[in-house]
């Protein structure tokens, strides 16, 4: 089968590779129909995430169908159509059992960072039961994709993290897919106001057109706290993963704020508890759980979230290498969510 291999920081190539097998009962194989690319496997890419070794099939999204299923599987049958989600799960270990699907201590996120991932035209998903969820007939597969770690992730660690209340005045630091999928989301809770913060006019541009209020480019803290009258806001969402941006939310945080951050952090950061001590302030770090997709699927089935509008390009599985070039120059190329296709 083609697939997409990491063969050390900017290196990557696609490669015929064995079709995987079942390894233990409570594996499915899945033939991928539909995949992605995350901002996660740029900081791969880059050398950020030293534990991923030369020659492991990246990627930890996409939908599919059951090509196998070991004989522990109860829930999935061959021929049903699945969606992969980005953290891998047991469902009955200590971690697991509090709803930390993350630190699952035979899972968390191991797809295309530990084990071999899903670009590529098939996977093996560790416990399946837990791990997959069904896709009804007649839904878009591609909206589906969002699923798989975008919609949670924004969801779980910056807006229930974040603790978003009706009338809040929250900023998302951040206008690339993750922090689009908190502004989507975000919305579920009618915040008064949400500040988008980014560099690229066209990122903030969509993010208008998704339901921000305000948008700020450069000087950001200096602007929000203008346009919030001096007080900052109550939620600060960090979707970046730098520290000049965990810099910006710690100076625009208003007195009994939040600071939820999201971003992958490769370098340490400065905590200004100089300023901080006596603001009353929450400051919280999450990896996805994925808990919330069942939830957000519904959404979504229902039409009230849309994230098929994260979409911007498409390309067959084959031309994944021109995929990658097109979503690592994002700004240039005007690139959301790149969907790629197993015909
Ligand atoms: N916590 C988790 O479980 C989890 C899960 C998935 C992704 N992530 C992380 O979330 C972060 C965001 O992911 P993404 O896919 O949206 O990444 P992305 O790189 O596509 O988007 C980041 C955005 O930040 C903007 N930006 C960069 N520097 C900036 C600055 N100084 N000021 C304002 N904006 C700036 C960029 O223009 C870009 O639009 C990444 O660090 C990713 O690794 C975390
Ligand atoms: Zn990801
Ligand atoms: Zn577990």
Not at 56 to 82: A, D, R
Not at 100 to 114: A, F
Not at 216 to 233: M, P, R, S
Request: aromatic share 4%; charged share 20%; hydrophobic share 40%.
């Amino acid at each position: 089968m083609k697939a997409l291999v990491y063969h050390g920081p900017g290196k990557r190539a696609l490669e015929e590779k064995p079709k995987p097998k079942i390894k233990n009962s409570t594996d499915a194989i899945i033939r991928i129909t539909k995949t992605t690319i995350c901002g996660t496997d740029l900081h791969i890419m880059k050398g950020d995430v030293p534990e991923v070794i030369e020659g492991l099939i990246l990627g930890h999204e996409g939908v599919g169908v059951i090509e196998e299923v070991g004989q522990g599987v109860s829930n999935f049958k061959v021929g049903n159509k699945v969606l992969i989600s980005c953290i891998t799960s047991c469902g009955s270990c200590e971690a697991c059992k509090k709803g930390m699907y993350s630190h699952c201590e035979t899972g968390g996120w191991i797809l295309g960072h530990m084990i071999d991932g899903t670009q590529a035209e098939y996977v093996r998903i560790p416990h399946a039961d837990n791990s997959l969820h069904h896709v009804p007939d007649g839904v878009n597969e591609e909206a589906i994709v969002m699923l798989s770690d975008i919609l949670p992730t924004g969801f779980e660690c910056g807006v229930l993290k974040g603790q978003i209340k009706p009338g809040d005045t929250v900023a998302i630091v951040g206008a690339g897919p993750i922090g689009l999928a908190t502004l989507l989301t975000a919305q579920f809770y009618s915040p008064a106001e949400i500040i988008m913060v980014d560099l690229d006019k066209n990122r903030l541009n969509i993010a208008e057109s998704f339901g921000a209020t305000k948008l700020v480019t450069g000087n950001a803290v200096e602007k929000i706290l203008k346009l919030t009258d001096g007080k900052g806001v109550d939620v600060a969402i960090e979707a970046v993963g730098v520290s000049s941006t965990f810099d910006i939310c710690q100076f625009i945080v208003a007195a009994g704020g939040h600071i939820a951050n999201i971003g992958v952090h490769g370098k340490s950061v400065e905590l200004h508890l100089e300023k901080l001590w006596s603001r009353n302030i929450t400051i919280t770090t999450r990896l996805v759980d994925t808990i919330t997709t069942p939830m957000l699927l519904k959404t979504i089935l229902s039409g009230k979230l849309k994230p098929e509008k994260l979409i911007t390009h498409r390309f067959a599985i084959k031309e994944i290498m021109k995929a990658y070039d097109t979503f690592g120059n994002a700004a240039k190329q005007k690139a959301l969510k790149i969907i790629l296709t197993n015909k």
